[in-house]
């Protein structure tokens, strides 16, 4: 796996183009046929050939299909909600990274399915289409077959694809409902995190309040668009911080007026409480929408239940 990071010359470039600049050892046919294939990611991201790249973009290059053939299966618990000819509907346990990477080398759930799923070897990144960070719980969709993998990627991209996340953040939103359009890239101080800047990619967060205990609420974001970090960082910016979130202004999670039992739990909650419950998209078969829940992971349910009892 090689990487490089779209600098200003080739920024808004289409990443087929820019690929092939950065890694001028291969052709740009053999870089948009990786593309396509999901060997080549965009802050991990899986990207159209002709989608645009902006400065400080990381871009990565699998240029082998090492990746298909070298994750070894584990057996790895997986929790499944459906599954079909076509794809596998599953709830993501929190702590459980995608697939392996610089700093996780195995125990991913691209393990655990490669374990339980052979045939997934087949398929590039084990018919991972789309992922969830590693402290997010909750529902995701695999592909297992080439035609639906294909079909999921082009609704994605042509942002069919509905998503519904929960979370539980410091602070109440002066509004009941409302829009987030902020543009999202990468943090110019820091590689491993996203902010707002001017010059980043659009990024559209819709979010409704859920339920309020004092000065903590219960939120329902649906995104619009699928940025790297972008619940985690619009509601951050827009001084409503995730429990939990020690990368995205953690500073602000502990609310004044709070009581010793909120700050002890707050401050002991292991991740960011964020929960993708819901996903809509098409039927490879028809045109009917499928939806697909997660219910709520149980430590934010009982984080929930003691902010209602302690806040």
């Not at 298909?68 to 346990?93: D, G, M, R, V």
């Not at 639906?148 to 082009?154: G, K, L, P, S």
């Not at 491993?192 to 903590?216: C, E, H, P, T």
Request: charged fraction near 30%; glycine fraction near 6%; include cysteine.
């Amino acid at each position: 796996m090689f990487e490089k990071v779209v600098t200003k010359d080739n920024d808004n470039w289409r990443l087929d183009k820019c690929a092939a600049f950065l890694f001028s050892d291969f052709s740009r046919t053999q870089i948009k046929k990786w593309i396509l294939e999901g060997r080549v990611l965009v802050n991990g991201e899986l990207y159209n050939p002709k989608d645009k790249v902006i400065c400080d973009d990381i871009i990565f290059v699998n240029p082998s299909i090492e990746e298909k053939i070298s994750w070894e299966p584990q057996n790895i618990p997986l929790t499944i909600i459906e599954e079909n000819k076509n794809f596998i509907a599953l709830n993501k346990n929190a702590g459980l990274t995608v697939h392996p990477g610089n700093g996780c080398k195995d125990g991913t759930l691209a393990n655990g399915l490669l374990y339980r799923y052979p045939e997934l070897v087949s398929l590039p990144r084990a018919g991972i289409v789309h992922r969830l960070d590693k402290d997010t719980s909750g529902i995701m969709i695999i592909a297992k077959s080439e035609k639906f993998r294909n079909h999921f990627i082009a609704e994605m991209q042509e942002r069919k694809i509905k998503k519904n996340y929960i979370g539980v953040v410091s602070g109440i939103p002066s509004l009941g409902s409302f829009e987030i359009n902020l543009p999202i890239g990468r943090d110019k101080k820091s590689r491993i995190k996203m902010a707002v800047r001017d010059d980043g990619r659009d990024a559209i967060s819709i979010v409704s309040l859920k339920d309020k205990f004092k000065n903590y609420s219960m939120l329902d974001i649906s995104i619009e668009t699928g940025r790297t970090h972008q619940i985690r960082v619009h509601l951050a910016y827009n001084k409503l911080p995730l429990i939990g979130d020690r990368t995205y202004n953690p500073r602000a999670i502990i609310q004044k007026d709070s009581s010793a039992e909120a700050i002890k739990l707050i401050r002991e909650f292991p991740r960011q409480a964020l929960h993708a419950h819901t996903i809509r998209f098409r039927s490879i078969d028809n045109d009917d929408e499928l939806t697909f829940s997660a219910p709520l992971a149980n430590d934010i349910s009982e984080l929930v239940k003691n902010l209602k009892t302690f806040a």
